[in-house]
């Protein structure tokens, strides 16, 4: 049961190496950082950047075969 409910969710059951964890978490920091960097630049509110930007790069570096990653 638990297995189909993640399967509804769009979460991925394929095992994932420990290196394509490391380029997802290198991925991941380093665009997070860029966008802080950029918006304190720009004298933005970086704080709401950031969290949008985290949302999207757990979709894009973490999850990127998952079905809520896809266009």
Do not use: K, W, Y
Not at 30 to 47: D, K, M, R, Y
Not at 51 to 63: D, K, P, T
Request: hydrophobic share 50%; charged share 5%; proline share 7%.
């Amino acid at each position: 049961m638990p297995q189909r409910i993640l399967n509804l969710l769009g979460v991925d059951g394929r095992p994932v190496s420990h290196a394509e964890r490391l380029v997802s978490l290198a991925g991941a920091c380093t665009g997070i950082f860029v966008v802080l960097a950029t918006a304190h630049l720009l004298n933005q509110n970086a704080p709401l950047v950031v969290a949008s930007m985290g949302a999207s790069a757990v979709l894009l570096f973490a999850v990127p075969h998952g079905n809520l990653s896809q266009p």
